[in-house]
Each structure stands twice: as C-alpha cells, then as structure tokens.
C-alpha cells in the first residue's frame, strides 16, 4: 500500500472507483504542474467524468493498465476523500465519529456500532482522536 491517494482516468463506467476530485473539495495538488501535465497528456480535465480520486487504501483494487498519477494529499484532504469515498452508511458514522470529540454519552456503542459497520479502526482511531489500541481493544 501507498501512502499517496491516486487520480485515475477510468475507460469504463466509473462509479465503481473513487470519486471526483471536485466532489472532495479544494485539492493543493490539483493545480501543480505535474497534475496539469498529466491531465494535458491524457487530454481530460480535472471535471472529466472519467477522472476519479482514490484513498490510498483503494488502490490496490484499479484495474490493470488504468492510467494512473500519485498524488499528495495533506491529512484534511484525505480524510474529506476517505469520507466521501465511504459508502454512505459508513459516512453518516464517521460524521458521529468526528462528532465523538466533544460527546460524553454513548461513546463505547458508538465505537462498537462503526466498528460492526466495517468502518477501519485505523480510520475509527483517526475519526474519534482515540488511541488506536483503545479502539482496538474496545471494538475486539
């Protein structure tokens, strides 16, 4: 695994992968001159259809020979992809999980409950500002 997200410019349909760049946000990245050369060079723009952003977990799962550019991204960045590339279930726990900061109550089911949705405990621990081995142990 990487630590770099990835753009992508898929042939086929391309809901199966990631998500479009500007559905993240303002990205750093999108304006340097390697983005934009590699954009030019495929001859899509950065609102191409075609063009998806992955997380660095994800992106094991390309498919072969898909055009391919790493890029950087700063932890707020990542983790508005990693939201917004989360199935829709898992996003509404993780808008609780960063809501988790500043709540008392409910905090051993809330773990429990995004644990039980799939949701990483890497991602649980980055969500929630808990130790990763507190979540770990608590969600095992």
Request: hydrophobic share 40%.
């Amino acid at each position: 695994m990487t630590d770099d997200a990835y753009l992508v410019l898929l042939d086929g349909p391309a809901g199966a992968w990631g998500v479009p760049p500007a559905a993240v946000g303002e990205l750093a990245c999108m304006g340097t001159p390697a983005v934009q050369g590699w954009l030019d060079a495929q001859g899509v723009t950065s609102s191409s259809p075609r063009l998806r952003l992955l997380p660095p977990e994800e992106t094991s799962a390309l498919p072969e020979g898909a055009e391919r550019l790493p890029v950087p991204l700063g932890d707020e960045e990542l983790s508005r992809l990693r939201h917004r590339a989360a199935p829709q279930d898992v996003s509404r726990l993780e808008e609780e999980l960063l809501a988790y900061r500043s709540s008392a109550d409910g905090r051993q089911a809330l773990l429990a409950r995004a644990a039980a949705a799939g949701v990483p405990a890497h991602r649980i621990a980055e969500l929630s500002g808990e130790d990763l081995a507190t979540i770990k142990a608590s969600t095992s």
